[in-house]
């Protein structure tokens, strides 16, 4: 759902300017479908969209029930669906052969609504989002909690009907390092609808600061405090003694998804400078190299590389079906059969991945 993020954030300005933004929501869906039940995209004036419900087969006449339902200021729903064989034969079906259940919100009908959106930026919890066929609203994130009551319209022949999603809040991604692989990466990650943080302090990197969310200029350890709720977190200063120290103050923490940029022998060189302990604390989390093996080189297909496996671990069900990359053998360190065994499950050396960093 990497465009609920640009959704809402164009909500909160539609709210504050009170423009006629439609929020549509797919509630439940049947079939091949573009979008997922759960996912967002706005409607605005003069055409203005921020994300795609289809291919762009669909959007003009879901543009068109949005600018309806804005102007009523009512709870609409479309039922558009895209299974007919005939439409096939006949060379006119749009769409992934699948049905799609839509309400459209209209945003100056909800009061408030900016504070939930601002709260889900935020990343204080998911955006809950329960409908009833009389026109009942009621939306929450954590604990705030709204509720209206709207008129109704329906849409291509779409009963009113009750339903509830979920929309999880934004993965967080904390970039210990920049390098030049970041001017690629972290944009790219942002467009994803990832949360961005990147920890770097040295003069050379500071002009990339403006790339990520939110910028860091303090040690890692410092910074591990500010980072603790990231589901992922990527080592890649291309300096030795700053990504050991990364590394030591990431051992400690309950960071899920741990990246670490450079070839198979850099990592054993800096497990060799850890303790025991925390070669058992990072390595059921440490994915290194980082990155999937894709092909190409330099540092715009090592970005690419490293985007793609974070996007496999968004969600389970998705990162089950990548195949898992190649583990790796690791010597043994500090000579000990715990520290052997420790090393043992290591998650992945997989690859386009940077093995000359």
Same mark, same amino acid.
């Given at each position: 759902?990497? *465009? %609920?993020?640009?959704?809402?954030? @164009?909500?909160?300005? &539609?709210?504050?300017?009170? *423009?006629? =933004?439609?929020? /549509?929501?797919?509630?439940? $869906?049947?079939?091949? $479908?573009?979008?997922?039940?759960?996912?967002?995209?706005?409607?605005?004036?003069?055409? &203005?969209?921020?994300?795609?419900?289809?291919?762009?087969? !669909?959007?003009?006449?879901?543009?068109?029930?949005?600018?309806?339902? %804005?102007? *009523?200021?009512?709870? %609409?729903?479309?039922?558009?669906? $895209?299974?007919?064989? @005939?439409?096939?034969?006949?060379?006119?079906?749009?769409?992934?052969?699948?049905?799609?259940?839509?309400?459209?919100?209209? !945003?100056?009908?909800?009061?408030?609504? @900016?504070?939930?959106?601002?709260?889900?930026?935020?990343?204080?919890?998911?955006? /809950? !989002?329960?409908?009833?066929?009389?026109?009942?609203?009621?939306?929450?994130?954590?604990?705030?909690?709204?509720?209206?009551? !709207?008129?109704?319209? =329906?849409?291509?022949?779409?009963?009113a009907r009750s339903g509830a999603v979920q929309v999880p809040p934004p993965p967080r991604v904390s970039v210990f390092g920049a390098g030049p692989e970041t001017a690629v990466l972290l944009p790219l990650l942002r467009q994803l609808g990832w949360m961005t943080t990147l920890v770097e302090q040295r003069p050379r990197w500071a002009a990339q600061a403006v790339l990520a969310d939110q910028a860091l200029a303090c040690t890692p350890s410092r910074a591990l405090a500010e980072c603790a709720d990231s589901e992922a977190a990527l080592v890649m200063h291309h300096h030795f003694e700053l990504d050991r120290e990364a590394l030591d103050a990431l051992a400690a923490s309950t960071i899920p998804f741990l990246g670490l940029l450079g070839p198979t022998r850099r990592r054993e060189d800096l497990f060799r400078l850890l303790r025991p302990q925390q070669?058992?604390?990072?390595?059921?989390?440490?994915?290194s190299p980082i990155g999937l093996r894709l092909g190409g080189s330099g540092a715009e297909a090592i970005a690419l590389s490293i985007a793609a496996q974070l996007q496999g671990i968004r969600d389970v069900q998705q990162a089950s079906?990548?195949?898992?990359?190649?583990?790796?053998?690791?010597?043994?360190?500090?000579?000990?059969?715990?520290?052997?065994? *420790?090393?043992?499950p290591l998650r992945a050396d997989s690859g386009a991945r940077g093995a000359a960093r």
């Open positions: 759902m990497s *465009a %609920a993020r640009h959704c809402l954030h @164009e909500a909160i300005v &539609a709210c504050r300017q009170r *423009a006629p =933004a439609v929020l /549509a929501v797919p509630m439940d $869906t049947e079939g091949s $479908t573009y979008a997922r039940a759960g996912a967002l995209a706005l409607f605005g004036a003069d055409g &203005a969209q921020q994300g795609w419900l289809s291919g762009g087969c !669909l959007e003009p006449e879901i543009a068109r029930c949005a600018a309806a339902a %804005a102007a *009523a200021n009512a709870l %609409a729903w479309m039922d558009i669906d $895209t299974r007919d064989d @005939e439409d096939l034969l006949s060379g006119s079906a749009v769409g992934c052969r699948g049905r799609l259940r839509l309400a459209l919100l209209p !945003l100056r009908a909800l009061p408030g609504f @900016e504070r939930l959106a601002q709260a889900w930026l935020q990343r204080r919890g998911g955006l /809950a !989002l329960a409908l009833q066929a009389d026109g009942r609203v009621a939306a929450a994130v954590a604990g705030e909690a709204l509720q209206w009551r !709207l008129p109704c319209q =329906a849409w291509h022949g779409a009963a070669h058992a604390q990072l390595l059921p989390r440490l994915h079906a990548i195949p898992e990359p190649n583990r790796c053998s690791v010597t043994r360190l500090h000579g000990g059969d715990a520290a052997a065994a *420790a090393l043992a």
